[in-house]
């Protein structure tokens, strides 16, 4: 498909103009929530209301990882470059902190000396732009920082939660080397995801028995 941009992959700086990095991911992430709001577990009601310090906490935290995804125009009288994908790594956490119920079928975790673990999350790409490959660079590019971020341990799993039914971003995982590894309750997906504050207080209690997330994991090793 012939494309009037060039795209580069790039981690979000927690210190390098922090600012200005967090109103273009506000931007991007409004934009994702509006125009695909099933795609996310939260709502562009509730981060619309975020204030500029939220969102450079969102960025700045320990434990959480953005990814962008860059559009350049390459017509000379436009030279521009938007933000138009986005994917998040959280973690490394615990193989307690990982560890899911017997009945997600989720492998036993291996100890924290022999593996770190990270969950993917909020792979979005804008609308405009899909259509080359993009998603499949931007977690290729998560993937890529995290065998060349640290060296111990060598092993590495990357887990992430899909809504049932999802073909398209399933078999963009597995193109990844990501298999499937169970299925998760909606209240074990927001947890994985860092999402408690947005579990129902009086929701349906199918959302704590329903397994319809499927568990998808990739093994990665470090050089």
């Known amino acids: 498909m012939a494309s009037n941009y060039t795209y580069s992959f790039f981690r979000i700086s927690k210190t390098d103009d922090i600012g200005t990095s967090a109103k273009k991911y506000r931007e991007l992430r409004l934009q994702a929530l509006k125009t695909s709001p099933s795609s996310f577990s939260s709502t562009y009601e509730i981060e619309a209301a975020f204030s500029d310090t939220d969102w450079i906490d969102r960025l700045t935290s320990p434990g959480r990882e953005v990814f962008i ?11 521009d470059t938007q933000w138009v994908g986005q994917v998040t790594l959280r973690g490394p956490a615990s193989s307690g902190d990982f560890e899911l119920p017997p009945e997600a079928g989720q492998p036993p975790q291996r100890s924290d000396e022999e593996e770190e673990r990270w969950q993917m999350l909020s792979l979005f790409t804008l609308p405009g732009h899909r259509g080359r490959g993009l998603g499949g660079k931007l977690c290729q590019a998560s993937i890529d920082w995290l065998r060349s971020s640290r060296s111990f341990p060598r092993d590495v799993q990357v887990r992430l939660i899909v809504k049932a039914g999802n073909d398209v971003t399933v078999n963009l995982y597995q193109r990844l080397g990501f298999i499937h590894a169970g299925k998760a309750t909606l209240v074990e997906a927001l947890i994985a995801n860092g ?23 990739s093994r990665i090793s470090r050089d």
């Open 195 to 217: 999402d408690e504050h947005l579990i129902p207080e009086d929701g349906d209690e199918s959302i704590h028995s329903v397994r319809q997330g499927l568990i998808m994991i």
């Open 69 to 79: 995804c860059a559009a350049t125009s390459t017509d000379q009288d436009a030279c």
